[in-house]
């Protein structure tokens, strides 16, 4: 069975003080962290190395919201993986749709932003998501479909421990969520593509992640759909207390 995942995107919100404050609080938490949910936390650049040293070894992943396509060089203002995993960062977020929108991010920068990640054996965790005018044109499976085929130039197998996040461009930050069995139609028909690029094992195994307004009131019910894995969750993902009601929401046994 595949093991719920809940990610919080901070976006650029919270200082390295602020990120720390959130961590503390989430270790010290009543009853303790949800123990079938992985939870993973994706602060800022600047707040990376100081959040590293305080989850060290632990449950709750480090992941960046970015990583740069190349390995070394004059690329002023650009952060590269072997960085990233110095400040502790195990995953990081690919191809979100803000980055393709504002940063004009294509495939073709992708793959290799996946290629730097997997010579230093960190995770990716790849974001597709159609717009609202590709829904409703009838065209959200050709869209996915051209976003994942960045990942076509990994033939062989996945990228290791790779994560697929499903993200509507028009749920994100609106407060409109998928419906749960919109959600699930898409994370079937992802599932489909990776059948497709690696075989059955790989399509059973891979966590499907849903993104875009997710909150404490919708997600056991976007939860209660069998290929909802997990959620990568922005605004909700900044309170301790909304993140880990989230969290709760994941796991799969809920105690009386
Ligand atoms: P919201 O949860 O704020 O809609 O953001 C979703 C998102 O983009 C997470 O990556």
Same mark, same amino acid.
């Given at each position: ?7 919080? #995107?901070?976006?650029? #919100? ?50 960046? =919201? ?29 191809? +979100? ?6 940063? #004009? ?12 990640? /997997? ?27 051209? =976003? ?9 197998? /996945? ?27 898409? +994370? ?14 790989? /399509? ?42 989230? /969290? ?9």
């Amino acid at each position: 069975m595949r093991r719920r995942y809940v990610v919080g #995107n901070w976006k650029m #919100n919270k200082t390295p003080y602020e990120a720390q404050l959130f961590v503390e609080e989430l270790f010290s938490v009543e009853g303790g962290l949800p123990e079938d949910v992985e939870l993973g936390i994706a602060p800022p650049y600047p707040a990376l190395d100081r959040v590293g040293a305080t989850v060290g070894p632990s449950l709750v992943h480090l992941l960046a =919201q970015d990583v740069y396509q190349e390995v070394s060089g004059p690329h002023t203002g650009e952060v590269s993986a072997e960085m990233l995993k110095a400040c502790g960062v195990t995953q990081v977020i690919v191809g +979100h749709s803000e980055r393709r929108r504002y940063r #004009n991010e294509h495939e073709i920068d992708l793959t290799r932003k996946i290629e730097r990640l /997997a010579e230093a054996y960190i995770t990716p965790l790849y974001c597709v998501g159609e717009t609202l005018g590709e829904r409703e044109a009838g065209t959200t499976e050709r869209a996915l479909s051209k =976003q994942m085929s960045a990942l076509e130039a990994f033939p062989e197998a /996945a990228p290791r421990g790779l994560v697929l996040a499903y993200e509507p461009v028009w749920a994100i930050g609106t407060g409109r969520s998928a419906t749960p069995a919109m959600a699930a139609d898409v +994370h079937r028909a992802l599932r489909e593509m990776v059948r497709s690029f690696w075989g059955k094992e790989a /399509a059973e195994k891979i966590r499907i992640l849903y993104g875009g307004s997710v909150t404490p009131e919708n997600a056991a019910a976007l939860f209660e759909e069998e290929d909802i894995d997990g959620a990568l969750v922005g605004g909700a993902s900044l309170k301790v207390a909304s993140f880990l009601a989230i /969290a709760r929401a994941a796991r799969r046994t809920v105690p009386d």
